[in-house]
Protein backbone atom coordinates (compact mmCIF):
# COMPACT_ATOMS: atom_id res chain seq x y z
CA UNK A 1 0.00 0.00 0.00
CA UNK A 2 0.92 3.40 -1.26
CA UNK A 3 -0.07 6.97 1.09
CA UNK A 4 -1.55 7.87 -2.34
CA UNK A 5 -4.41 4.87 -1.57
CA UNK A 6 -5.15 6.83 1.77
CA UNK A 7 -6.42 9.86 -0.08
CA UNK A 8 -4.43 12.12 2.47
CA UNK A 9 -3.74 16.16 1.12
CA UNK A 10 -1.41 17.00 -1.20
CA UNK A 11 0.62 18.66 1.64
CA UNK A 12 0.89 16.17 3.60
CA UNK A 13 1.56 13.80 1.00
CA UNK A 14 4.78 16.38 0.52
CA UNK A 15 5.71 16.19 4.04
CA UNK A 16 5.31 12.56 4.64
CA UNK A 17 8.08 12.02 1.13
CA UNK A 18 10.31 14.90 2.51
CA UNK A 19 10.46 12.42 5.53
CA UNK A 20 11.36 9.72 3.59
CA UNK A 21 8.23 7.35 4.71
CA UNK A 22 7.74 5.03 1.67
CA UNK A 23 4.66 3.17 2.89
CA UNK A 24 2.34 3.03 5.75
CA UNK A 25 3.22 0.58 8.90
CA UNK A 26 0.84 -1.76 9.29
CA UNK A 27 -1.06 0.11 12.37
CA UNK A 28 -0.92 3.49 9.41
CA UNK A 29 -3.01 1.45 6.92
CA UNK A 30 -5.36 -0.07 9.00
CA UNK A 31 -6.12 3.21 11.36
CA UNK A 32 -5.63 5.88 9.14
CA UNK A 33 -9.25 5.44 6.85
CA UNK A 34 -10.81 4.74 9.83
CA UNK A 35 -9.83 7.73 11.77
CA UNK A 36 -10.43 9.33 8.51
CA UNK A 37 -14.15 8.17 8.63
CA UNK A 38 -14.61 9.63 12.32
CA UNK A 39 -14.82 6.26 13.71
CA UNK A 40 -14.22 5.61 17.37
CA UNK A 41 -10.12 3.44 16.98
CA UNK A 42 -9.11 1.08 19.90
CA UNK A 43 -5.66 0.31 18.86
CA UNK A 44 -3.19 -2.14 20.33
CA UNK A 45 0.14 -1.27 19.11
CA UNK A 46 3.42 -0.33 21.29
CA UNK A 47 5.85 2.44 20.35
CA UNK A 48 8.03 2.07 17.50
CA UNK A 49 5.52 0.72 15.08
CA UNK A 50 4.27 4.25 13.83
CA UNK A 51 1.67 4.56 15.91
CA UNK A 52 2.07 8.41 15.97
CA UNK A 53 1.55 8.73 12.68
CA UNK A 54 -1.28 6.52 12.55
CA UNK A 55 -3.64 9.29 14.49
CA UNK A 56 -1.77 11.90 13.50
CA UNK A 57 -1.89 12.07 9.99
CA UNK A 58 -5.74 11.56 10.02
CA UNK A 59 -6.65 14.07 12.79
CA UNK A 60 -4.25 16.54 10.31
CA UNK A 61 -6.21 15.36 7.26
CA UNK A 62 -9.84 15.80 9.27
CA UNK A 63 -9.04 19.28 9.88
CA UNK A 64 -8.17 20.30 6.18
CA UNK A 65 -11.39 18.86 5.29
CA UNK A 66 -13.27 21.14 7.43
CA UNK A 67 -10.97 23.85 7.01
CA UNK A 68 -13.66 26.02 5.20
CA UNK A 69 -15.81 25.58 8.21
CA UNK A 70 -13.43 27.77 10.38
CA UNK A 71 -14.69 29.20 13.86
CA UNK A 72 -14.41 32.90 14.41
CA UNK A 73 -11.68 32.29 16.93
CA UNK A 74 -9.01 29.21 16.81
CA UNK A 75 -9.82 26.98 19.64
CA UNK A 76 -8.39 23.27 20.31
CA UNK A 77 -10.20 21.37 17.96
CA UNK A 78 -7.82 18.01 18.75
CA UNK A 79 -6.83 16.97 22.05
CA UNK A 80 -3.85 14.50 22.61
CA UNK A 81 -3.11 13.16 25.92
CA UNK A 82 -0.34 11.30 26.83
CA UNK A 83 1.82 10.35 29.56
CA UNK A 84 5.60 11.67 29.71
CA UNK A 85 6.85 14.82 28.47
CA UNK A 86 9.13 13.50 26.23
CA UNK A 87 6.35 11.61 25.06
CA UNK A 88 4.28 14.40 24.68
CA UNK A 89 7.20 16.63 22.96
CA UNK A 90 7.86 13.85 20.45
CA UNK A 91 4.67 13.55 19.26
CA UNK A 92 4.19 17.48 18.93
CA UNK A 93 7.38 17.63 16.70
CA UNK A 94 6.03 15.06 14.65
CA UNK A 95 2.73 16.66 14.52
CA UNK A 96 5.07 19.63 13.11
CA UNK A 97 6.83 17.53 10.62
CA UNK A 98 3.76 16.24 9.04
CA UNK A 99 1.41 19.69 9.13
CA UNK A 100 5.06 21.38 7.78
CA UNK A 101 2.63 22.53 4.78
CA UNK A 102 -0.41 23.61 5.68
CA UNK A 103 -1.55 26.23 8.34
CA UNK A 104 -2.83 24.30 11.49
CA UNK A 105 -1.54 25.24 14.69
CA UNK A 106 -0.26 23.07 17.68
CA UNK A 107 1.87 23.04 20.66
CA UNK A 108 2.68 21.01 23.52
CA UNK A 109 2.29 21.17 27.22
CA UNK A 110 3.59 19.39 30.27
CA UNK A 111 4.60 19.95 33.62
CA UNK A 112 8.11 20.55 35.63
CA UNK A 113 8.13 23.89 33.45
CA UNK A 114 7.32 27.26 34.07
CA UNK A 115 3.69 27.34 32.45
CA UNK A 116 4.23 31.11 30.85
CA UNK A 117 5.21 30.00 27.49
CA UNK A 118 2.70 27.46 26.89
CA UNK A 119 0.27 29.74 27.82
CA UNK A 120 1.84 32.53 25.16
CA UNK A 121 1.61 29.37 22.22
CA UNK A 122 -2.37 28.96 23.74
CA UNK A 123 -3.45 32.44 23.77
CA UNK A 124 -2.36 32.79 20.26
CA UNK A 125 -4.59 30.13 19.63
CA UNK A 126 -4.32 26.46 18.45
CA UNK A 127 -5.92 23.68 16.62
CA UNK A 128 -4.08 20.46 17.86
CA UNK A 129 -3.04 20.08 21.60
CA UNK A 130 -0.59 17.79 23.12
CA UNK A 131 -0.65 17.71 26.42
CA UNK A 132 0.58 15.66 29.59
CA UNK A 133 -2.57 14.99 32.24
CA UNK A 134 -1.30 17.17 35.00
CA UNK A 135 -0.90 20.39 33.67
CA UNK A 136 -3.17 20.16 31.16
CA UNK A 137 -5.82 20.11 33.65
CA UNK A 138 -3.98 23.00 35.98
CA UNK A 139 -4.44 25.13 32.94
CA UNK A 140 -8.07 24.29 32.37
CA UNK A 141 -8.89 25.02 36.48
CA UNK A 142 -7.16 28.47 35.28
CA UNK A 143 -8.95 28.93 32.58
CA UNK A 144 -6.75 29.27 30.23
CA UNK A 145 -7.91 25.96 28.29
CA UNK A 146 -11.19 25.36 27.10
CA UNK A 147 -12.21 22.36 25.40
CA UNK A 148 -15.83 23.26 24.29
CA UNK A 149 -14.45 22.69 20.55
CA UNK A 150 -12.73 19.42 20.59
CA UNK A 151 -13.64 17.42 18.61
CA UNK A 152 -11.15 14.58 18.56
CA UNK A 153 -9.84 13.39 21.81
CA UNK A 154 -6.81 10.75 21.86
CA UNK A 155 -5.45 9.15 24.68
CA UNK A 156 -2.23 7.92 24.29
CA UNK A 157 -0.49 5.18 25.83
CA UNK A 158 -3.29 4.26 27.86
CA UNK A 159 -1.59 1.34 30.15
CA UNK A 160 1.19 3.41 30.38
CA UNK A 161 -1.08 5.96 31.70
CA UNK A 162 -2.93 4.12 34.43
CA UNK A 163 0.50 1.80 35.40
CA UNK A 164 1.39 6.41 36.49
CA UNK A 165 -1.68 6.13 38.49
CA UNK A 166 -3.13 9.07 36.09
CA UNK A 167 -6.64 7.32 35.97
CA UNK A 168 -7.97 10.01 38.32
CA UNK A 169 -6.93 12.85 35.71
CA UNK A 170 -8.36 10.93 32.89
CA UNK A 171 -11.63 10.26 34.81
CA UNK A 172 -11.65 13.89 35.55
CA UNK A 173 -10.59 15.16 32.00
CA UNK A 174 -13.45 12.88 30.46
CA UNK A 175 -16.18 14.80 31.98
CA UNK A 176 -14.59 17.72 30.70
CA UNK A 177 -14.87 17.13 26.83
CA UNK A 178 -17.99 17.83 24.65
CA UNK A 179 -20.04 14.35 24.30
CA UNK A 180 -20.13 14.79 20.71
CA UNK A 181 -16.18 13.79 19.58
CA UNK A 182 -14.55 11.43 18.54
CA UNK A 183 -12.63 9.37 20.22
CA UNK A 184 -8.84 7.37 19.61
CA UNK A 185 -7.31 5.14 22.01
CA UNK A 186 -4.01 3.99 21.95
CA UNK A 187 -2.33 1.22 24.09
CA UNK A 188 0.72 -1.21 23.92
CA UNK A 189 -1.11 -3.84 25.54
CA UNK A 190 -4.71 -4.06 26.01
CA UNK A 191 -5.51 -6.25 29.09
CA UNK A 192 -9.05 -6.03 30.78
CA UNK A 193 -9.18 -2.52 32.95
CA UNK A 194 -8.12 -1.01 29.65
CA UNK A 195 -10.74 -2.02 27.61
CA UNK A 196 -13.21 -1.54 30.72
CA UNK A 197 -11.78 2.24 30.44
CA UNK A 198 -12.62 2.22 27.06
CA UNK A 199 -16.18 1.13 27.04
CA UNK A 200 -16.53 4.37 29.59
CA UNK A 201 -15.92 6.64 26.56
CA UNK A 202 -16.02 5.19 23.17
CA UNK A 203 -18.77 4.57 21.17
CA UNK A 204 -18.54 1.30 19.82
CA UNK A 205 -14.98 1.59 18.91
CA UNK A 206 -13.03 0.00 15.64
CA UNK A 207 -10.36 -2.18 16.98
CA UNK A 208 -7.04 -2.16 15.30
CA UNK A 209 -3.83 -4.10 16.70
CA UNK A 210 0.05 -4.93 15.00
CA UNK A 211 2.52 -6.52 16.69
CA UNK A 212 1.60 -7.87 20.45
CA UNK A 213 3.98 -6.80 22.56
CA UNK A 214 4.95 -10.38 23.11
CA UNK A 215 5.79 -10.66 19.88
CA UNK A 216 7.68 -7.39 19.37
CA UNK A 217 11.25 -6.82 18.76
CA UNK A 218 11.43 -9.94 16.43
CA UNK A 219 14.28 -7.77 15.04
CA UNK A 220 16.26 -7.47 17.99
CA UNK A 221 19.30 -9.84 18.68
CA UNK A 222 18.85 -10.38 22.59
CA UNK A 223 21.75 -11.22 24.83
CA UNK A 224 22.12 -12.07 28.26
CA UNK A 225 25.19 -12.21 30.87
CA UNK A 226 25.27 -14.22 33.71
CA UNK A 227 26.71 -12.26 36.66
CA UNK A 228 27.23 -11.46 40.46
CA UNK A 229 25.53 -8.12 42.03
CA UNK A 230 28.95 -7.02 42.86
CA UNK A 231 30.10 -7.52 39.03
CA UNK A 232 27.95 -5.65 37.57
CA UNK A 233 29.86 -2.43 37.07
CA UNK A 234 32.85 -4.52 36.11
CA UNK A 235 31.10 -6.33 33.24
CA UNK A 236 29.17 -3.31 32.39
CA UNK A 237 32.83 -1.38 31.23
CA UNK A 238 33.73 -4.42 30.32
CA UNK A 239 30.87 -4.27 27.63
CA UNK A 240 31.83 -0.76 26.55
CA UNK A 241 35.04 -1.63 26.27
CA UNK A 242 33.93 -2.90 22.67
CA UNK A 243 34.84 0.33 20.72
CA UNK A 244 31.84 -1.33 18.14
CA UNK A 245 29.61 -0.26 20.57
CA UNK A 246 29.20 3.29 19.80
CA UNK A 247 26.10 3.98 21.60
CA UNK A 248 24.12 3.11 24.25
CA UNK A 249 20.65 3.43 26.10
CA UNK A 250 21.44 2.05 29.81
CA UNK A 251 17.84 0.67 31.75
CA UNK A 252 18.82 1.00 34.92
CA UNK A 253 15.57 0.15 37.39
CA UNK A 254 16.01 3.91 40.22
CA UNK A 255 16.86 7.07 39.81
CA UNK A 256 19.83 6.81 42.52
CA UNK A 257 21.24 4.00 40.79
CA UNK A 258 20.97 5.97 37.41
CA UNK A 259 23.12 8.35 38.69
CA UNK A 260 25.42 6.47 40.38
CA UNK A 261 26.38 4.35 37.05
CA UNK A 262 26.96 7.68 35.47
CA UNK A 263 29.84 8.93 37.59
CA UNK A 264 31.40 5.43 36.88
CA UNK A 265 31.08 5.39 33.53
CA UNK A 266 32.42 9.30 33.38
CA UNK A 267 35.38 8.36 35.95
CA UNK A 268 36.66 6.14 32.92
CA UNK A 269 36.36 8.87 30.42
CA UNK A 270 32.91 7.54 29.02
CA UNK A 271 30.43 10.33 27.96
CA UNK A 272 27.04 9.72 30.12
CA UNK A 273 24.66 11.39 31.08
CA UNK A 274 20.94 10.16 32.94
CA UNK A 275 17.50 10.80 32.32
CA UNK A 276 14.84 10.48 35.49
CA UNK A 277 12.61 12.04 37.25
CA UNK A 278 14.12 13.99 39.63
CA UNK A 279 16.14 15.55 36.48
CA UNK A 280 14.96 19.28 35.46
CA UNK A 281 12.84 19.36 32.18
CA UNK A 282 15.82 21.15 30.96
CA UNK A 283 18.56 18.87 32.00
CA UNK A 284 16.31 15.75 30.43
CA UNK A 285 16.22 17.61 27.08
CA UNK A 286 19.47 18.95 27.00
CA UNK A 287 20.89 14.85 27.86
CA UNK A 288 18.26 14.23 25.32
CA UNK A 289 19.36 16.53 22.36
CA UNK A 290 23.30 15.56 23.32
CA UNK A 291 22.81 11.63 22.96
CA UNK A 292 20.87 12.39 19.80
CA UNK A 293 23.63 14.44 18.33
CA UNK A 294 26.36 11.66 19.29
CA UNK A 295 28.29 13.93 21.41
CA UNK A 296 26.86 10.95 24.26
CA UNK A 297 28.08 7.52 24.23
CA UNK A 298 25.75 6.50 26.87
CA UNK A 299 22.07 7.42 27.86
CA UNK A 300 21.26 6.02 31.61
CA UNK A 301 17.49 5.75 31.92
CA UNK A 302 14.60 4.89 34.44
CA UNK A 303 11.15 3.10 32.97
CA UNK A 304 8.94 5.65 32.89
CA UNK A 305 11.72 8.66 31.87
CA UNK A 306 12.65 6.50 28.72
CA UNK A 307 9.19 5.88 27.78
CA UNK A 308 8.38 7.04 23.84
CA UNK A 309 12.02 8.14 23.37
CA UNK A 310 12.76 8.02 19.54
CA UNK A 311 16.36 7.73 18.53
CA UNK A 312 16.62 7.05 15.10
CA UNK A 313 19.10 4.56 14.47
CA UNK A 314 20.03 3.29 17.96
CA UNK A 315 21.70 0.12 17.96
CA UNK A 316 22.09 -0.74 21.62
CA UNK A 317 20.15 -1.34 25.08
CA UNK A 318 21.41 -2.13 27.58
CA UNK A 319 19.63 -3.51 30.86
CA UNK A 320 21.90 -3.05 33.85
CA UNK A 321 19.10 -4.49 35.83
CA UNK A 322 16.05 -7.11 34.90
CA UNK A 323 13.24 -5.62 35.21
CA UNK A 324 10.84 -7.92 37.20
CA UNK A 325 7.66 -7.18 34.67
CA UNK A 326 8.62 -8.45 31.76
CA UNK A 327 6.59 -6.32 29.54
CA UNK A 328 8.77 -3.52 30.52
CA UNK A 329 11.80 -5.61 29.28
CA UNK A 330 9.57 -5.92 25.77
CA UNK A 331 8.97 -2.10 26.09
CA UNK A 332 12.47 -1.50 27.04
CA UNK A 333 14.25 -3.31 23.95
CA UNK A 334 11.62 -1.50 21.42
CA UNK A 335 13.85 1.37 21.60
CA UNK A 336 16.06 -0.47 19.23
CA UNK A 337 15.05 -2.36 16.18
CA UNK A 338 12.17 0.57 15.65
CA UNK A 339 10.57 0.44 12.17
CA UNK A 340 11.96 -2.34 10.82
CA UNK A 341 15.83 -1.47 12.14
CA UNK A 342 17.80 -4.09 13.65
CA UNK A 343 19.39 -3.86 17.33
CA UNK A 344 21.13 -5.40 20.30
CA UNK A 345 20.14 -5.90 24.14
CA UNK A 346 21.67 -7.13 26.69
CA UNK A 347 20.82 -7.61 29.80
CA UNK A 348 23.06 -8.07 33.06
CA UNK A 349 21.50 -10.70 35.32
CA UNK A 350 22.10 -11.06 38.70
CA UNK A 351 21.40 -14.44 40.62
CA UNK A 352 17.93 -13.00 42.22
CA UNK A 353 16.72 -11.60 38.93
CA UNK A 354 17.87 -15.41 37.55
CA UNK A 355 13.96 -15.94 37.82
CA UNK A 356 13.30 -12.71 35.95
CA UNK A 357 14.91 -13.42 32.62
CA UNK A 358 12.72 -17.17 32.90
CA UNK A 359 9.45 -14.88 33.16
CA UNK A 360 10.64 -12.96 30.05
CA UNK A 361 11.72 -15.65 28.20
CA UNK A 362 8.00 -17.13 29.20
CA UNK A 363 6.45 -14.02 27.72
CA UNK A 364 8.03 -13.63 24.65
CA UNK A 365 8.62 -17.58 23.44
CA UNK A 366 12.20 -17.23 22.96
CA UNK A 367 15.29 -17.86 24.87
CA UNK A 368 17.48 -15.60 25.63
CA UNK A 369 21.21 -16.32 24.31
CA UNK A 370 23.30 -16.52 27.17
CA UNK A 371 26.87 -15.18 26.60
CA UNK A 372 28.98 -18.02 27.50
CA UNK A 373 32.63 -16.36 27.52
CA UNK A 374 33.14 -13.41 29.84
CA UNK A 375 35.30 -12.57 32.75
CA UNK A 376 32.48 -12.48 35.32
CA UNK A 377 30.20 -15.10 35.27
CA UNK A 378 28.05 -15.90 37.81
CA UNK A 379 29.03 -18.04 40.47
CA UNK A 380 26.57 -16.99 43.47
CA UNK A 381 23.08 -18.71 43.53
CA UNK A 382 19.75 -17.38 44.15
CA UNK A 383 18.67 -17.04 47.88
CA UNK A 384 16.75 -18.97 48.97
CA UNK A 385 13.08 -18.68 50.48
CA UNK A 386 13.83 -18.83 54.20
CA UNK A 387 17.01 -16.10 53.27
CA UNK A 388 15.04 -13.77 50.91
CA UNK A 389 12.28 -13.60 53.79
CA UNK A 390 16.15 -12.04 56.19
CA UNK A 391 17.01 -10.54 53.61
CA UNK A 392 12.91 -8.29 52.93
CA UNK A 393 12.86 -8.17 56.61
CA UNK A 394 16.42 -6.59 57.25
CA UNK A 395 15.73 -4.28 53.98
CA UNK A 396 12.44 -3.24 55.77
CA UNK A 397 13.95 -2.39 59.02
CA UNK A 398 16.92 -0.47 56.77
CA UNK A 399 14.24 1.51 55.32
CA UNK A 400 12.50 2.74 58.09
CA UNK A 401 15.54 3.24 60.00
CA UNK A 402 16.52 5.39 57.12
CA UNK A 403 13.10 7.34 57.01
CA UNK A 404 13.11 7.62 61.23
CA UNK A 405 16.21 9.09 60.72
CA UNK A 406 15.20 11.55 58.01
CA UNK A 407 11.98 12.76 59.94
CA UNK A 408 14.79 13.74 62.58
CA UNK A 409 16.92 15.76 60.77
CA UNK A 410 14.34 17.31 58.83
CA UNK A 411 11.99 18.00 62.42
CA UNK A 412 9.11 16.66 59.85
CA UNK A 413 9.27 18.98 57.35
CA UNK A 414 9.83 17.23 54.53
CA UNK A 415 6.21 16.45 53.47
CA UNK A 416 7.20 18.52 50.08
CA UNK A 417 9.05 15.15 48.39
CA UNK A 418 5.67 13.45 48.44
CA UNK A 419 3.43 15.96 48.87
CA UNK A 420 1.11 15.15 45.47
CA UNK A 421 0.62 11.36 43.59
CA UNK A 422 2.33 11.11 40.83
CA UNK A 423 5.07 14.64 41.80
CA UNK A 424 7.77 12.34 42.22
CA UNK A 425 7.80 9.70 39.56
CA UNK A 426 10.72 8.19 37.80
P1 LIG B 1 6.26 5.68 16.73
O1 LIG B 1 5.76 4.28 16.84
O2 LIG B 1 5.18 6.64 16.44
O3 LIG B 1 7.08 6.05 17.93
O4 LIG B 1 7.24 5.75 15.45
C1 LIG B 1 8.47 5.10 15.41
C2 LIG B 1 9.39 5.65 14.34
O5 LIG B 1 8.95 5.24 13.04
C3 LIG B 1 9.50 7.15 14.29
O6 LIG B 1 10.86 7.48 14.17
C4 LIG B 1 8.75 7.57 13.04
O7 LIG B 1 9.30 8.74 12.47
C5 LIG B 1 8.98 6.36 12.15
N1 LIG B 1 7.88 6.13 11.17
C6 LIG B 1 6.56 6.25 11.41
N2 LIG B 1 5.85 5.93 10.31
C7 LIG B 1 6.74 5.60 9.36
C8 LIG B 1 6.63 5.18 7.99
N3 LIG B 1 5.44 5.02 7.41
N4 LIG B 1 7.77 4.94 7.31
C9 LIG B 1 8.97 5.09 7.92
N5 LIG B 1 9.16 5.48 9.20
C10 LIG B 1 8.05 5.72 9.91
Same mark, same amino acid.
Do not use: W
Given at each position: ?41 L ?13 ? #??? @???? +????? *? =? ?6 ? &? ?87 ? #??? @???? +????? *? =? ?6 ? &? ?6 VKLSKQFMQQP ?82 ? *? ?108 ? *? ?27
Amino acid at each position: MKFEQLNLDPSILMALQEKNYEQPTPIQAQAIPLIIQKKDVLATAQTGTGKTAAFA #IPI @IQNM +LNNSD *K =KPSKRNIK &ALIVTPTRELAIQIDENIRLYAKYTSLRHCVIFGGVKQGKQVQSIRRGIDILVATPGRLLDLIGQKIIHLHQVNTFVLDEADRMLDMGF #IHD @IRKL +LQLLP *K =KRQSLLFS &ATMPDHIVKLSKQFMQQPSKVSVAPVSSAAETVTQKVYYTNKADKKQLLLHILADGSINQALVFSRTKHGADKLVRILQKKQIKAAAIHGNKSQNQRQKAL *KNFKEKSLRILVATDIAARGIDIQQLGYVINFDIPNIPETYVHRIGRVGRAGATGIALSLCEPEENQFIKDIQRLINQKLEAIQKHPYPQTEKPMSKAEKKVFEQEKKER *KSAYFASRKKRDGGNNKNRFNRKGKNRN
